[in-house]
């Protein structure tokens, strides 16, 4: 986020054409973040609604933390989304890339660490559910953990090839 804010202006002059793309990547990556959030939220409604599973109090707590991050989210992308289609207006833009870049930072950083609370918090919850009262039959626990660890394995493949050729070696054929 800092490396893109920086790219908008150099010596004081703002670059038009990297406001726009500024703007449009935060615009689709709060899109992204709303949605996972939505998709979180959803979790955490289906953790509370299985019987056993959702009934400890550091389940329930942590599941009703997530949906409050959730929800905070979903508002603050949609400021940030209005806040970026402000960001169009070059006086604007001016305004917050030479005056007040830390605020832009923090600003726009509020979305992706509600996100990224919901989703730690839903996946806390299921733990909590999992381990305490809960008594979940062997097939049952076996397909869990293997859609966990296919999970796993599929974000952390992603992550990998999202850096690029630094962590995934590519060799020439």
């Given at each position: 986020m800092?490396?893109?804010v ?6 004081g002059i ?12 935060l ?13 979180s939220?959803a979790?955490d ?13 550091t389940s ?7 949906l ?12 940030v ?11 604007f833009?001016?305004y917050?890339?030479q005056?007040?870049?830390a605020?832009?930072?923090?600003i726009?950083?509020?979305p992706?660490s509600?996100c ?5 918090s839903s996946i806390?919850?299921?733990?909590a559910?999992?381990a ?7 097939p049952?626990?076996?397909a ?5 660890g296919v999970?796993?394995?599929?974000l ?15 060799r020439?054929?």
């Amino acid at each position: 986020m800092i490396k893109s804010v920086k790219r908008t202006s150099v010596d004081g002059i703002v670059n038009g054409v990297e406001v726009k793309n500024f703007v449009d990547n935060l615009s689709n990556q709060t899109k992204s973040q709303i949605t996972l959030a939505g998709v979180s939220m959803a979790l955490d409604i289906a953790i509370l609604a299985v019987p056993g599973l959702g009934t400890t109090v550091t389940s329930q707590t942590l599941c009703s933390c997530s949906l409050l991050f959730g929800v905070g989210c979903i508002f603050a992308g949609t400021m940030v989304q209005h806040f970026g289609e402000r960001m169009r207006s070059i006086d604007f833009a001016v305004y917050y890339l030479q005056k007040r870049t830390a605020v832009l930072v923090i600003i726009t950083s509020i979305p992706t660490s509600f996100c990224v609370l919901s989703v730690t918090s839903s996946i806390l919850g299921f733990f909590a559910g999992v381990a305490s009262d809960f008594r979940p039959s062997t097939p049952l626990m076996i397909a869990c953990f293997t859609t966990l660890g296919v999970v796993v394995g599929s974000l952390i493949i992603l992550v990998i090839a999202s850096y690029g050729p630094g962590l995934a070696r590519i060799r020439p054929q």
